[in-house]
């Protein structure tokens, strides 16, 4: 089965900064998305940004970029520039072939003044 | 506007009262979820639907129900609910006939339920 694991339950970046947020799953399909989500206190889930495993070129959003790493299953969250709206809980999630969604526990960014 | 609507928001209910919260979306999406999200445990798939009248298991499938009788439309049914189920639950949708690099989940607001 496959599984998410977000290690850093809660970080704490300077506005301004860059904080790299960390993310392992386990699998053994080669064919699969990965996902950062964002939930700010508003409780909505917005999508930060997706990454295909078939593409080896790292996925980039404005501020937002991630380091996958697919032999090591790791598939980190960067953010740069960190704005105090970047404040939020993020979820990094995995969608396989069978289009069931696997969540991590989430970590929780504060972003300060 | 491109929306899933997710209702009540908030519910309090007692153990054993049957009870519904539905999902619509308007994008004509014909992927739809179910999450339920706890402290500490993230979000967890209840169900999900690839397409009218059919539904699969999700990782805590225990205890709910769902039907897809129609394309916008996937309520979830709670039967009998018991305290264990107080959680905070997501409706989402998605279009999966459209190009990979489009993949994206669309939320409902949640609906935070108390079971006493």
């Known amino acids: 089965a496959q599984t998410v694991t977000q290690s850093q339950p809660e970080m704490s970046v300077q506005e301004a900064e860059t904080v790299t947020l960390s993310c392992t799953y386990d699998?053994?399909?080669?064919?699969?998305?990965l996902f950062w989500y964002k939930q700010p206190p508003s409780r909505q889930m917005i999508l930060v940004i997706r990454?295909?495993?078939?593409?080896?070129q790292n996925a980039t959003e404005n501020r937002f970029s991630v380091n996958f790493q697919k032999a090591a299953k790791s598939f980190s969250l960067k953010i740069s520039d960190s704005q105090l709206g970047d404040a939020a809980m993020y979820f990094c999630?995995?969608?396989?072939?069978?289009?069931?969604?696997?969540f991590g526990t989430g970590t929780r960014l504060k972003v300060l003044a | 506007e491109a929306q899933v609507t997710q209702n009540p928001r908030y519910l309090i209910t007692v153990t054993g009262k049957k009870l519904t919260v539905t999902c619509s979306q308007n994008m004509n999406h014909e992927y739809m979820s179910w999450y339920r999200q706890d402290p500490g445990l993230g979000l967890r798939q209840i169900y999900y639907?690839?397409?009218?009248?059919?539904?699969d298991k999700g990782d805590v499938p225990e205890g709910y129900k769902v039907s897809r009788k129609e394309k916008r439309n996937f309520p979830l049914i709670l039967e009998s609910p018991s305290p264990n189920q107080t959680s905070l639950y997501f409706c989402?949708?998605?279009?999966?006939?459209?190009?990979?690099?489009?993949?994206?989940?669309?939320f409902g607001s949640g609906t935070q339920l108390s079971v006493l």
């Open positions: 989402a949708s998605g279009d999966w006939t459209a190009s990979s690099t489009n993949e994206k989940l669309f």
């Open positions: 990454q295909e495993a078939y593409k080896q």
């Open positions: 699998t053994s399909e080669s064919d699969y998305y």
């Open positions: 999630a995995y969608r396989g072939g069978t289009y069931k969604y696997i």
């Open positions: 639907s690839m397409n009218v009248e059919v539904t």
